[in-house]
């Protein structure tokens, strides 16, 4: 079994290298394609041919297009170097070290705050299918899936900043500056995770191993937390982990609204100014992070769910037959 689970750990350790090398590619042919001069937008409309000639040859933009992205991928897998913003004319992998962790920081507070108040609507709703507190939990779980982040956000600065002035719209310096951005950040994971608590709640519900347990006498209480919700979160793992995800990609714009110093306004900033090492930097960071969120992930819903489990077991005892 061992054995057959490192293969399958490999597996994915393979697929995982293939998807980040996928969107390194995907992301500097994006880049390449867009119409435009990064040359002229650097020198201006008043650069003479000879100065915008000069700046391309620096930047190395004369290059083929198998040579730029051959260059672009060495740099990027061997050497650990995601370039220097053509504007700024700062590494982009020093300014990731100072912003990622702030970004990572609310990506993980919305999860944190998701899966807190998702799991126990989606537990009570499952509990008392069809009841009013069934119909309250998902009401609240369709409001809170319907509901805009950016608006959400931008209501929330007009009435509790610009009106009340309880709460600041912009910092990182206090913990008050954080209470807006987790709130508008975590409403649609709460929504999305409560229904499909409740949707693997109902359908362990009606599994044998519960109707056993319920004949045995057991309370109520032990086996919904003891026999049900275990398995029920087996699917819901995964759901926590894509919406880890999500969370990074939706701190960019949560962190437009708070102004926020993350990897949300430089990228942002970046897109706009046409800083492409930027824009590249980004997007292959964010894809290595997701791609390892979701290489965890497969990992630990292969420890704990018992049909893969047993499925290795079972190839196990056949080849020692």
Same mark, same amino acid.
């Given at each position: ?14 697929? &995982? ?9 995907? !992301? ?33 933009? +004369? *290059? ?32 990731? &070290? ?14 944190? @705050? ?9 537990? &009570?709703?499952? @509990? ?7 119909? @309250? ?11 805009? *982040? ?57 599994? *044998?191993?519960? +109707? ?24 819901? !793992? ?29 990228? +942002? &900033?970046? !897109? ?11 997007? @292959? ?37």
């Amino acid at each position: 079994m061992v054995e057959r689970m490192g293969k399958y750990i490999l597996k994915r350790l393979v697929m &995982t290298l293939f998807v980040i090398v996928g969107a390194a590619i995907l !992301i500097f042919s994006i880049m390449y394609f867009v119409p435009g001069d990064p040359a002229m937008l650097l020198l201006g409309s008043e650069a003479s041919p000879a100065e915008l000639e000069a700046k391309r040859v620096q930047l190395g933009l +004369t *290059d083929p297009y198998l040579i730029r992205l051959g260059k672009f991928l060495y740099n990027t897998f061997f050497h650990f170097d995601l370039g220097t913003s053509w504007f700024r004319g700062i590494p982009v992998l020093t300014e990731l &070290t100072g912003r990622f962790p702030r970004t990572l920081f609310l990506g993980i507070m919305f999860v944190i @705050i998701s899966t807190a108040i998702a799991l126990p609507l989606g537990i &009570t709703a499952a @509990i008392h299918q069809n009841g009013w507190q069934d119909r @309250i939990c998902m009401v609240v779980a369709m409001v809170c899936t319907s509901v805009p *982040d950016f608006w959400l956000a931008l209501m929330m600065v007009y009435l509790f900043s610009l009106k009340l002035g309880w709460l600041p719209s912009f910092g990182i310096e206090r913990w008050q500056c954080y209470i807006m951005p987790v709130i508008a950040g975590s409403l649609h994971g709460i929504g999305q995770l409560a229904r499909q608590t409740r949707s693997s709640m109902l359908d362990v519900c009606r599994s *044998d191993f519960v +109707t056993t347990a319920r004949a045995k006498g057991l309370p109520e209480k032990k086996v919904i937390y003891s026999h049900m919700l275990p398995n029920a979160l087996i699917p819901v !793992i995964t759901i926590i982990g894509g919406s880890f995800g999500r969370s990074i990609a939706g701190t960019i714009i949560i962190e437009q609204v708070f102004s926020m110093p993350g990897i949300g306004s430089y990228i +942002t &900033t970046a !897109i706009t100014g046409r800083d492409y090492p930027v824009v590249q930097g980004c997007v @292959i960071v964010l894809a290595i992070f997701i791609a390892i969120v979701m290489l965890l992930v497969d990992l630990v819903y292969a420890y704990v769910d018992p049909r893969i489990k047993a499925q290795y077991v079972a190839q196990s005892k056949r080849r020692t037959k």
